[in-house]
């Protein structure tokens, strides 16, 4: 959504394209208002393209353009656009639809992604990147050379507002295939399906893997999902707003947001805070790669114990 101003946002000197990355597929959407004349109805370029970077050019900006559309549509101030990326796994299809109510893909590129990307653990992972009106990829095979110098962002580019995102996954059980939609974000909606794929990530370098296993980042994930679970209602239940006459509701936010913060300190300060000051502890006073490696076990199996994660029946009332 094109704001009123670029004073709103900061405005970087040059930008930071996502082809620094080293590998990514992209969908670029540029919006160019065209000049109106009168009270006429603002037009717009629409224009859009699917672009691979190709992972282990010497060209850090190289990219191959998969497909590519441009439409000329009408552009009213405050106008909040809509654009869906659709990919088809079985027919390693990616589709790039313009407004919601739209049944026509306006780019389609025949691309799959498991072999495009280096995916981590099958999954990748998905940003914004915001670019100026005047940035020039280097295409594969494009008559156009990229510019010597990256673009300035000038007056003629404006700050974007990303109003919601909603992610679907194409289910691989139950009859037909069916859809199973994630909340949106800014909806009131249940975030039950974002924590349960939410997950941390880390590339330990040798030779922490030794200590850092595959079980336990498992591990600490639970504890994750536990704790941004419980702060995530805290912080919901302080954003609660109820008419000054409810007393009944604001007597039970009150004892929810009470209990909720009770279990979050006993969490934090009660559980984590003293086992994880006595495993520094532990490998500051070691002289041995095996009692890192048992302390570290040790801390574990107290946080993971202590947080009634494997105690399914606590756990599940939680």
């Known amino acids: 959504q094109p704001l009123e101003s670029p004073a709103h946002a900061a405005t970087p000197t040059a930008p ?51 497909a590519s559309a441009t439409r000329s549509i009408s552009a009213p101030r405050g106008a909040v656009h809509s654009v869906r990326v659709v990919y088809d796994a079985e027919q390693r299809e990616l589709q790039v639809f313009y407004g919601d109510s739209q049944t026509a893909a306006i780019c389609t590129a025949s691309v799959d992604i498991g072999e495009a990307l280096s995916l981590d653990l099958g999954c990748a992972f998905i940003g914004l990147c915001l670019l100026p009106l005047d940035y020039r990829h280097h295409v594969v095979g494009a008559e156009a050379p990229p510019l010597a110098e990256p673009p300035r962002y000038s007056s003629r580019d ?3 507002s990303v109003q919601s995102w909603r992610h679907q996954v194409q289910g691989s059980g139950g009859a037909g295939g069916r859809r199973q939609e994630e909340p949106s974000l800014g909806s009131g909606a249940c975030y039950d399906a974002w924590f349960a794929c939410t997950e ?105 114990s202590q947080c009634f994660l494997r105690s399914p029946e606590l756990h599940d009332a939680l």
Request: charged fraction near 20%; aromatic fraction near 8%.
């Open 158 to 160: 404006r700050p974007v």
């Open 200 to 304: 941390l990530s880390y590339r330990a370098p040798w030779p922490l893997p030794l200590v850092i296993t595959q079980d336990c980042l498992e591990q600490y994930n639970r504890l994750f999902k536990l704790l941004i679970a419980f702060r995530h209602v805290h912080l919901e239940l302080q954003h609660v707003e109820l008419p000054r006459a409810e007393l009944l509701g604001w007597a039970l936010r009150s004892q929810l947001s009470y209990f909720v913060s009770q279990v979050l300190q006993y969490l934090q300060q009660d559980v984590i805070e003293p086992a994880h000051r006595r495993l520094l502890q532990a490998v500051a006073a070691s002289r041995d790669f095996g009692v890192v490696v048992a302390a570290h076990e040790e801390f574990l199996a107290t946080a993971t």
């Open 16 to 66: 930071c394209a996502w082809t620094a990355l080293g590998e990514g597929l992209a969908v670029e959407v540029a919006l160019r208002v065209l000049p109106s004349a009168g009270a006429l109805e603002p037009l717009a370029e629409l224009s859009v393209a699917v672009l691979l970077r190709l992972p282990g050019s010497d060209d850090a900006a190289l990219v191959q353009r998969l």
